[in-house]
């Protein structure tokens, strides 16, 4: 689902900012924003015109629709990451972020990255501010280490098959987790299109003949594959 052409963000009951989506779709939509927020500390709603120039804050919310009761009611409205932005660099950096979801990484979303609502886009007091609405994923889920880590490097494979390198792996806060204990890999701002030459979908004829590695799931593997050992010790 991608809804459509306005999105407001409620930031309290006194403020909130109508943005603009270049999709046609409908229906128009709203996020009341929470200020609980697990993953980074200053996530208070601090206001439309507050904080940072082109630093991203990410909040909670529940995405609703201006529709009647009678249709609202037949889905729970999905909670939702809203990833704010203000100023023209970073929101340059969501639009190249939201067309990865559209594109490379459609066919992966509510699989191996977050689902991927829209972007939308205004101006406060001069000012280009944007955000990105994902779906909300929790940065935790609890499994032993050994599984968590086949899930997320089996996540990587995916990522890398579809021509996506995501670039800052080694961070384990862009490892998130569905309800169901899946995989979501987030934050796609330093991502770059990539033809894996060990990955990729190619036939294995092909792969057999290439003399070369990717660096990315080389890394991973490694990372991942001794986090694993160091898990299996301290837990004898
Ligand atoms: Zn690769």
Redesign the pocket.
């Known amino acids: 689902m991608i809804v459509g052409t306005t999105l407001d963000v409620i930031f309290d009951e006194f403020t909130a900012v109508r943005l603009q989506s270049r999709s046609r779709k409908s229906p128009d939509a709203y996020v009341k924003l929470n200020s609980k927020w697990n993953f980074c500390a200053d996530a208070t709603p601090a206001g439309p015109t507050q904080g940072a120039l082109n630093i991203n804050r990410v909040y909670h919310a529940t995405l609703e629709t201006y529709q009647s009761p009678v249709a609202r009611s037949r889905a729970d409205p999905p909670e939702v990451a809203v990833k704010w932005v203000r100023g023209s660099l970073g929101v340059e950096k969501m639009r190249y972020e939201a067309a990865l979801y559209r594109g490379e990484l459609k066919h992966l979303q509510g699989d191996v990255v977050p689902r991927f609502y829209g972007l939308f886009t205004g101006e406060i007091d001069g000012e280009v501010v944007g955000c990105l609405v994902l779906e909300w994923c929790n940065n935790s889920y609890s499994l032993k280490r050994e599984e968590l880590n086949r899930r997320r490097m089996s996540a990587i494979y995916r990522l ?1 098959a579809a021509g996506i ?1 995501h670039g800052q792996l080694r961070d384990a806060g862009h490892f998130l987790y569905s309800q169901d204990g899946r995989v979501r890999i987030v934050d796609f701002s330093t991502a770059r299109l ?1 033809h ?4 990729s979908e190619c036939s294995t004829f092909e792969r057999g003949r290439s003399p070369e590695i ?1 660096e ?2 080389s890394t991973m593997e490694v990372c991942l594959g001794i986090c694993s050992a160091g898990w299996a010790i301290q837990s004898h």
Do not use: S
Not at 196 to 199: D, I, K, L, R, V
């Open positions: 890398h390198l990539h894996c030459p060990t990955h990717c990315e799931l």
